[in-house]
């Protein structure tokens, strides 16, 4: 691990180990925002981790925001981390004026032109937003613009792990006063916020591999531990190594991050973790059986997270199609020139 | 819980080039039959062999004083998944270049490295894997093969199978046994540098259901092998394989058998038209491939810094037998071809080739299930 996940890692733990005990999910899946949890994010200063010095941050940038974005993945972290982060290093990208509060962002389809009324469908915790930052493409530029809370209506609806994700919409007349965002591509913001619930669900993979390892050492069924009959073991087998190869392909999406061959990375990021979070929820509730079923045996808040995510910002069949047909219009004399491209040479 | 670690890597310039020099000899040797790039590590040239000796390509990792490259294990990677992917014919020196030379550098003698290495290097001296026998496969310490001590040596007698070579190869790494059962029954094992010449061995050949002859039965019939042919110590011969299969079982020949067919598919369809569907299989596999060669790297460079990654590179082997596997049973979907062992070339042979290879992919240096149970005890399950 590098020195920076290590420092972000021992620092994060103890603000997301607390939450565990206290009651921010029952707050968060009532529909209220868990903003005791949500202050002491702030006070910590973890929404600036992304921020440049010069904004307040802490200058760990995208990648430092990505690695936070898994440890709350791993925590079941009941906040908007992955959107907080993106809002607001956005905004800040674009140079609007950054307080310390929730900006969501969202990016438009390429074809906005002559509808009056902008309609998005499943935005990630709008209805707690202090404004959503829109980015969108004109004459090949990209642009931001914070629409406010109050400027937009909404229907609220939630995912299957009780997440908000509303319907929104909002007079297309308020994309006029955005300013330009340089340098960032409408497809860029799309792929960060992928490989962000891609981080999210190698965090969710690892804890809920931990977890059901440790309940198969303890559960004991026919005289002996369920962990060792050998049916059970090569199917936690397979889980760990999906496991592994999700966070591996995330680590090195981060690794990547801000080269040429960032999105192709990043989508492959998010086909692993996509792919992995389904054959890991299935093989984690054979193993835990009926009490993994339960709503207060903790398994279900990272199983309905996984579940959710997999689809979230891009479903493996999405991204796979995109990175297919890449693969399949390149310039070079063959795939395997382009393959190696990303491993240093 | 031991946590699995592939810390991603990116190589350095001295990489790049070396992997420029690469693809100019291989571009400067020619194109290899499509009949020979499906599991081409599973092709015996012993010319092509010499030919990238002579560019220092094999013992590349090991000290210069045996004539090695003394270069590290990431140059190595490099050049080696160079070659896979191209579906170079590097069977010959396989086993040699990748086991029973780092065995030799490990537990050797010095008389057994400079008898050896040197040769191994020039690609004069192949090697081939004495372990499974009838009736022993994924059960090694069962294995009945038996030395019985004589003055100066051991006579050796019983039988080996499946052994790839034997018939092309000049010595064998021979797993005995040197102590009747016990207990525990992964005493007794040492290990033998066997000359497939000797008096008394013969080599007898076993067809694969692909109509390949690389296969081998081998009969002991009172083969005497001197004592300095003993590797390491005698009686720990179980501990020395299992180091030995530990640093056979993460390399990229393990997720790039089939790889030749995925280059020749992405060919065809481009020539057909695109379809949704080929672009979503064609992206979900070369997603796996970007990962598994990032996790076969990490694995490269943890050995490297001296570490003993076995639990990784288990879990490479499955994930990677599982993508070459897998692969051709995809591109048959999605290509509108029919395949044909009679074609001379073309991706209607590779992909007969394929199906006809795959199912040895994850049986030969440790089934499936022995690798799921080697990560399981890693998980903490055993």
């Known amino acids: 691990m590098s020195e920076l996940a290590v420092l972000i890692e021992e620092s994060a733990t103890r603000l997301f180990e607390g939450f565990a005990d206290s009651d921010a999910h029952v707050t968060m899946e009532s529909g209220k925002f868990p903003e005791k949890l949500w202050a002491d994010f702030l006070a910590d200063g973890w929404l600036r981790t992304m921020l440049s010095e010069d904004n307040d941050g802490a200058g760990l940038g995208l990648a430092g925001g990505m690695l936070l974005m898994r440890l709350a993945g791993y925590y079941n972290v009941p906040l908007p981390v992955v959107e907080s982060l993106t809002g607001l290093y956005l905004a800040a990208e674009a140079g609007l004026e950054l307080e310390d509060e929730l900006l969501i962002p969202v990016v438009l389809p390429a074809i906005v032109n002559g509808n009056s009324r902008i309609e998005l469908c499943g935005v990630p915790w709008a209805r707690y937003a202090k404004g959503l930052v829109v980015a969108f493409e004109v004459d090949g530029k990209t642009q931001l613009v914070n629409i406010k809370a109050g400027q937009f209506s909404l229907v609220e609806g939630n995912n299957m792990a009780g997440e908000a994700r509303d319907d929104v919409s909002f007079d297309a007349s308020l994309l006029a006063s955005s300013k330009p965002l340089n340098n960032i591509s409408t497809e860029q913001v799309r792929s960060w916020l992928a490989l962000g619930r891609a981080a999210q669900m190698a965090g969710a993979l690892r804890s809920v591999l931990e977890r059901t390892v440790e309940y198969a050492n303890e559960r004991s069924q026919f005289g002996r531990q369920i962990g060792k009959f050998q049916a059970v073991q090569l199917q936690l087998a397979v889980q760990a190594e999906m496991t592994s190869a999700s966070i591996c392909a995330v680590d090195a999406a981060i690794k990547h991050l801000g080269s040429t061959e960032e999105w192709e990375l990043i989508a492959s990021a998010k086909i692993t973790t996509s792919e992995s979070a389904g054959y890991a929820a299935k093989t984690a509730h054979a193993v835990h059986a009926a009490i993994g079923f339960t709503q207060e045996y903790p398994l279900q808040l990272s199983t309905r997270r996984l579940w959710s995510w997999r689809d979230e910002y891009g479903s493996e069949t999405q991204w796979s199609a995109k990175l297919g047909e890449h693969c399949l219009q390149l310039k070079t004399d063959n795939l395997w020139s382009w393959l190696t491209t990303q491993t240093g040479s | ?382």
Request: include cysteine; hydrophobic fraction near 40%.
């Open chain 2, 1 to 382: 819980m031991k946590k699995l670690n592939f810390e991603p890597v990116i190589t350095a310039e001295k990489e790049a080039t070396l992997r420029q020099e690469v693809r100019e000899f291989l571009a400067g040797y020619g194109a290899f039959k499509a009949s020979d790039v499906i599991d081409s590590w599973s092709v015996c040239d012993p010319e092509f062999s010499r030919a990238i000796a002579a560019k220092g390509w094999l013992g590349m990792t090991w000290p210069t004083e045996y004539g090695g490259g003394g270069k590290s294990y990431l140059e190595r990677y490099v050049v080696i998944e160079e070659l896979l992917a191209a579906g170079a014919p590097v069977g010959a020196h396989w086993v040699a270049d990748r086991q029973s030379g780092p065995l030799l550098l490990r537990f050797g003698t010095e008389e057994q490295r400079q008898a050896f290495l040197p040769k191994v290097v020039k690609g004069e001296c192949f090697f081939a894997i004495g372990m499974s026998e009838p009736n022993s496969g994924s059960d090694l310490a069962s294995i009945k093969t038996k030395a019985e001590k004589v003055d100066g040596g051991w006579i050796v007698n019983g039988s080996k199978i499946w052994t790839s070579w034997a018939h092309a190869c000049h010595q064998m790494i021979t797993l005995v046994r040197t102590a009747p059962p016990s207990d525990n029954r992964h005493a007794g094992l040492s290990q033998f540098i066997v000359d497939l010449n000797a008096e008394g061995m013969t080599v007898r050949p076993i067809v694969t259901l692909a109509g390949e002859k690389h296969f081998n039965e081998i009969f002991f019939d009172n083969v005497f092998v001197p004592d300095n042919r003993v590797v390491g110590n005698l009686n720990e011969g179980w501990s020395q394989v299992m180091a030995e299969l530990a640093f056979e079982r993460s390399g990229p020949e393990r997720f790039l058998s089939s790889y030749q067919l995925l280059e020749a598919s992405i060919k065809e369809i481009r020539q057909a038209g695109l379809s949704k569907q080929s672009s979503k299989v064609i992206g979900e596999f070369v997603a796996r491939l970007m990962v598994l060669r990032q996790m076969s790297l990490s694995v490269a460079n943890q050995l490297q810094e001296g570490k003993l990654p076995i639990n990784e590179a288990s879990v490479v082997k499955d994930l990677g037998t599982s993508f070459e596997q897998e692969l051709p049973e995809a591109m048959r979907l999605i290509l509108d071809i029919e395949p044909r062992s009679s074609a001379e070339d073309g991706v209607e042979r590779m992909l007969s080739d394929a199906i006809l290879k795959a199912p040895s992919f994850s049986l030969r240096g440790g089934t499936r299930e022995i690798l799921r149970g080697i990560i399981a005890r890693g998980l903490g399950l055993r």
